[in-house]
């Protein structure tokens, strides 16, 4: 702890106690990466389990110039919960209660370390809807999620994190205590500062407590999955849902790779030929949903599908769902040294030109492209997998991610859809942002944080 030394490490002691400010190396390494492979080990980790100690610890650190680096489950795969200017990771765990849920008005009060499932376990149990639904709901946080502006498969009906984000309670890079946004349905008093904090990678303040949207639980849910011979065709089917007046709350996409790597996982044998699956749930009254349904299997018939598959008991859509969150770690038995995974999203109109683009992408040059996402709103997560030996340096696998950026944009879309910009996708901000945005940025993150010291080097 030579870096903090003796005299500030017993003042932030005296701030936790000696069992939730963390100095031992081997407790420090647990918090120096999270799900983007970056990995840096944080001086001291401080374990703050209400907002007084939060802003305490701000305090301290402003006026010692001490950086802070927020963290939640660090399930990010952006590297934004790394510490990556050392200083002190500040793991928002402890705060996880769950203060109020309120069915008359529809909202919920949670601390930042809330699990994203269990909360939206507590609110269905009062027969209420939570939307947001990350593949990591298992584990993430809300805190997380708010920070991010996360979305998951149900963004395509009923939005991302920051639809549902009422108002907040944030401590400034001073240790002040604000609150920005109303617990109210309306509130249009002053500029939006709330939504300003949503996506901010903890890099304009620390959030505390969250006043989120509830809806009521839809009366009836059914899904339906179905598998193609092509990803053009899989494609086909969305235009076909979205033109036929479906607005369905789910509709996942896999191609050839992915369909690979879940194959054993799920309820039914796709066949050799099969190249894509697309996963469509549709929700609303109970009468409603049969004829829902009817029109979905249309479309995907009409859109050359080789079969079409409809669960028959909760065991089968559990593990029809399972497979589809296994996705991701699932990719490790392909055997590849190395993975790249980008979040990409572009209008619906630009699905096909774009998974068209990447198998261009991969027949000159040596990787393998797996993508899967969620059709309905145009995002995908592009993953590159290689070895490192096929190239001559990394320059060039970052060349490639480039290229990719720049067609993303140029199909209107935008370069991460839900995983925001941590470090990773740092480089390539200039490709989406003009310079008098990215000039703005700078000056809301030195108006916000003027001695830097929130997630030093993150997004700018």
């Known amino acids: 702890m030579k870096k ?28 120096s ?41 660090g399930t990010s795969t952006t590297g934004a919960s790394v510490p990556c200017a050392s200083g002190i990771c500040l793991c928002l765990a402890r705060m996880n209660r769950i203060k109020s849920i309120d069915p008359v008005e529809l909202s919920c009060v949670v601390e930042p370390g809330v699990i994203t499932g269990r909360l939206q376990e507590e609110v269905e149990r009062q027969g209420l809807f939570y939307p947001p639904d990350p593949a990591s709901l298992a584990f993430c946080t809300i805190g997380g999620n708010v920070n991010t502006c996360a979305g998951g498969a149900r963004a395509v009906k009923y939005g991302v994190t920051r639809d549902y984000v009422r108002s907040l309670e944030v401590v400034l890079s001073d ?27 903890g890099t304009l303040g620390i959030i505390t407590e ?22 053009q065709a899989a494609m086909d089917s969305v235009t076909c849902l979205f033109t036929t007046g479906i607005l369905p709350r789910c509709a996942e996409f896999m191609d ?20 894509a699956l697309l996963i469509v749930e549709v929700d609303g009254p109970a009468v409603s949903i049969n004829s829902q349904l009817e029109q979905v299997r249309q479309c995907l018939l009409n859109s050359r599908a080789s079969a079409v598959y409809e669960p028959g008991t909760s065991v089968e859509l559990s593990r029809l769902w399972s497979a589809r969150r296994s996705l991701s770690p699932s990719i490790k038995r392909l055997g590849f040294e190395k993975k790249i995974s980008e979040d990409i999203c572009v209008p619906r109109s630009s699905l096909s030109s774009m998974l068209a683009f990447l198998q261009d992408v991969a027949s000159i040059s040596p990787v393998e492209i797996l993508t899967f996402g969620h059709a309905g709103d145009g995002n995908l997560h592009v993953n590159l997998l290689f070895n490192t030996r096929d190239f001559r340096s990394m ?21 991460s859809g839900e995983h925001g910009i941590g470090l990773s996708k740092k480089p390539f901000l200039d490709i989406e942002l003009s310079p008098p945005v990215i000039r703005l940025h700078r000056e809301l993150k030195s108006l916000f944080d003027p001695k830097g010291i929130l997630n030093p080097y993150k997004i700018l």
């Open 33 to 73: 990466f999270d799900a983007s492979g970056i990995e840096s080990v944080p001086w001291a980790v401080a374990l703050p389990a209400t907002t007084e100690e939060v802003s305490q610890i701000l305090k301290l650190c402003h006026r010692e110039g001490i950086p802070v680096i927020p963290r939640g489950a």
């Open 256 to 275: 050839a790779l992915s369909l690979d790597c879940i194959r054993e996982l799920l309820p039914f044998e796709p066949g050799p030929e099969d190249r």
């Open 395 to 415: 320059e060039e696998v970052d060349g490639l991610v480039r290229t990719i950026m720049e067609k993303t944009v140029a199909l209107g879309g935008t370069i």
């Open 210 to 231: 969250i006043t989120l949207k509830l809806l009521p639980m839809p009366a009836a849910v059914g899904t339906m999955a179905a598998v193609f011979p092509s990803s």
């Open 4 to 31: 903090l030394g003796r005299r500030i490490v017993s003042q932030f002691q005296a701030i936790l106690g000696q069992d939730f400010f963390l100095t031992d190396p081997a407790d420090t390494v647990c918090y």
């Open 175 to 201: 240790g002040t205590v604000i609150r920005a946004g109303a617990s109210t349905a309306k509130g249009v008093v002053g500029y939006d500062l709330r939504h300003l904090f949503v996506g901010s990678e």
